[in-house]
């Protein structure tokens, strides 16, 4: 009987650190790279999008993605690329409203197939003016979804995918602070105190 219960009780321990491996294995997450420490309003720039913590044995053949800037008129999207390693895009012809607020129908595939943390492509932002817009990431089905291969399952369990926005914050160009005329007058009587004492000490 003792070695009955020490059986089960070695068995619960496996068991639970099994569990613990499938808790702590991070969800597979689309995000955008940092955004610049400074962003002026007239400044372009790109942010990279990237696709971290994907199955190691499930094989990502592609998907398709929104992208959407909550504030045009601070922030506006010009074009998304997607990384040449992607036989297939939409790249070129990128659905973008008038306004620059929706980038649609991103869609991208590859035959070879994508796991672990890779890059998928990038998008181009203007500042239009100062002020702050949340960009967000959205999947689109319109072109089925993303789409994964497993050799060793035809029915393989489908990772849900989490997708992280950024806000971004657009300042003024910083003005150059004139100095008060005080400290002209302060600068000027010194420079002539020192050349008086210069004076004095070459008369001495």
Known sequence: MHRFFSSMRTLAVAISLVAGCEAAQAAPTISFSAPLAEIHPGSSF???ILATDFPVNLELLGGGLDITSSDPSVLRIDAATFDPSWEESFSDNPV??????HANRLGFGSFSGKT?????????????????SQIDLLENVFNG???????????PAIPVISFAGSTLTVTPVPQAV???GAAWLFASAMAGFVGLRTRSAALA
């Open 46 to 48: 790109s942010l990279s």
């Open 96 to 101: 973008i409203d008038d306004a620059g607020s």
């Open 116 to 132: 672990g943390s890779f890059l998928i492509g990038s998008i181009s932002f203007t500042a239009v003016s100062d002020g702050i």
């Open 145 to 155: 979804g993303f789409t994964f291969f497993d050799a060793s399952n035809p029915n």
């Open 178 to 180: 004139p100095l008060p």
